[in-house]
């Protein structure tokens, strides 16, 4: 267990500093249980001052409780759809209050996630459960339409005395020696982030009968690690444990880290047995990371850190004594190309799951038959009608324009200007293409009433679990029945 969970404060008042504010946050939470109050708190302050630990203790006085992160996108859809049902039906148990402790609500996503905001202005709104948001950066756009709206308390730096006694205390609890001045010396350095201080002192005392000033320069080194290359550098090449967690604990995202290590490996390694303990570290801390996002259980980074590090670094037998340029990952500007792409088929599955039913992801594995579909120019005009695509949508399937005959019959006002496929009313006569689309329509809801006489059949609780629009097999088994109609519409 890290030092900074092992003493964490197990209640308010072994908190240090903020004393206010820890009041505030006690009474707020007692009158929430007596219904005096609908408020939610803002909490915004410096990093490793408490403003998660005290969420959490907060969290001990009410029934329920459940943690989401605004940085991760994910966490908009459990907002929008759990904690949307939830804030409207209390639990069944105790008081029925379920805590919302949102963390990072200034998040790494600017602007982009509007739709984020919209779903914690609107809970926020609701006022129906007790609502603790933390942020960092008390000038965020991002909370300036929230702050109004909350009891937002602003937390301080934690004094670097209190700092220096609790430093003292898990010294004394660990068995370990100190200098006074060493002591002091971490206190300043952590600049009122007791996060920092504690791991700090943990990477120069775990297991250590004393500490001296000399270990201050293993941190100094530490503070020398300015970019992520440097701790790629000392993964490949150092095997000592403390080093290399030190130069773990650089600033960048997990994900990127594991990347460019992922990278370099081969470029420094020479054995095959070594190359390939490393990759195994790399795929088993490529677990964890998943497991961290999908679960949201953060907790699980740090055995990603420590197999992608030091798993890493103590793969190899001996150091290498060698020079090697270490190079950027490849995968991102892969990816980055790719992405314009990767958008156009986005938004053609979207188009043409609304119109089959289908999720986004069953649509896209339908596109290789698309693909095959659109080689025929009448089918592919009627399918791009159909489906509304414009002509770079179109693009996705056929390179080739779609060629489309003349009609015959005297151009309408409506047709003399169209050229696009895009246009529904390409055909000519804007009544056949009516009937045709209410010709496919009829296909595919007669496909679906065929379908539900199926199903009544089936077993109540399934049929009930069909309506579920998320349920991907559902939505499989409709585009299935969709794309037969399909094949069959061209008359
Ligand atoms: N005020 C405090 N009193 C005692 N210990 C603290 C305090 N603040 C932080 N700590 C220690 O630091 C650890 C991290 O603190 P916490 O996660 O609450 O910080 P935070 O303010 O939420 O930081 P961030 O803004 O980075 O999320 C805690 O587990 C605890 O060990
Ligand atoms: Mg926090």
């Known amino acids: 267990m890290l030092w900074t969970e092992k003493y964490s404060p197990k209640n308010f008042d072994e908190v240090l500093g903020n004393v206010k504010i820890k009041d505030e946050i006690l009474n707020w939470t007692e009158d929430w249980l007596l219904g005096k109050t609908s ?24 029934s329920e409780y459940i943690e989401l992160n605004a940085s991760d996108k994910r966490s908009y859809d459990i907002l929008k759809n759990t ?31 509007r739709g984020g905001t919209r779903a914690i202005n609107q809970i926020v709104k609701d006022g129906k459960h007790p609502i603790i948001m933390m942020a960092n950066d008390p000038y965020s756009k991002r909370l300036q339409s929230l702050k109004p709206k909350c009891n937002t308390l602003i937390m301080r730096k934690v004094h670097t005395n209190s700092i220096v006694s609790l430093l003292k205390k898990i010294c004394v609890k660990e068995g370990v020696e100190f200098e006074e001045h060493v002591i002091r010396n971490l206190a300043k350095r952590s600049n009122g982030d007791l996060r920092t201080a504690i791991n700090d002192l943990e990477v120069i005392a775990r297991g250590q009968e004393r500490i001296t000033s000399e270990d201050l320069e293993l941190l100094s080194s530490k503070d020398d690690i300015v970019n992520i290359f440097d701790t790629v550098r000392t993964v490949l090449k150092s095997k000592d444990p403390k ?48 497991r961290a996002f999908n679960t949201r259980i953060y907790t699980y980074w740090k055995y990603a850190y420590e197999l992608m590090g030091l798993g890493v670094a103590l793969s190899k037998a001996e150091t ?47 596109f290789p038959y698309m693909k095959i579909m659109f080689q025929n120019d009448e089918t592919a005009h009627e399918l791009a009608t159909y489906f509304d695509l414009a ?3 179109v693009k996705l399937f056929r390179s080739r324009k779609i060629k489309v005959k003349k009609s015959k019959k005297k151009p309408t006002k409506s047709n003399k200007s169209a050229t696009s496929i895009s246009t529904p009313k390409l055909s000519g006569d804007p009544k056949v293409e009516t009937s045709k689309k209410v010709d496919v329509e009829a296909k595919v809801s007669s496909k679906k009433k065929s379908r539900s006489k199926k199903v009544k059949n089936e077993d109540k609780a399934v049929k009930k679990s069909s309506k579920d629009t998320e349920n991907e097999n559902d939505s499989e088994k409709t585009s299935k029945d969709s794309q037969m109609s399909l094949f069959n519409f061209k008359k």
């Not at 892969?334 to 609304?354: F, I, Q």
């Not at 119109?355 to 594995?365: F, N």
Request: charged fraction near 30%; include cysteine.
């Open 83 to 113: 904690i949307g049902e939830s804030s409207l039906s209390k639990s069944l148990y105790g008081d029925g209050l379920k805590l919302i402790i949102l963390d990072e609500v200034d998040g790494i996503h600017g602007n982009e996630d």
């Open 391 to 393: 002509d770079d949508e």
């Open 39 to 62: 408020q939610c708190i803002l909490l915004i302050g410096p990093p490793g001052t408490g403003k998660t630990t005290m969420a959490h203790l907060a969290a001990n006085e009410f």
């Open 320 to 366: 290498y004594k060698k020079f090697s340029r270490l190079t950027n990952s490849s995968i991102f500007p892969k990816l980055s190309k790719s992405r314009g792409n990767r958008n156009l088929e986005d938004k053609v599955a979207e188009k043409m799951g609304h119109k089959l039913h289908a999720s986004k992801k069953v649509v896209k594995e339908q």
């Open 243 to 290: 080093r290399v967690r030190a130069a773990m604990r650089v600033d960048s995202e997990p994900s990127f880290i594991l990347e460019i290590i992922t990278e370099n490996i081969p470029k420094e390694y020479e054995k095959v047995n070594e190359i390939q303990s490393a990759y195994e570290k790399i795929s088993q801390a490529d677990l964890y990371l998943g």
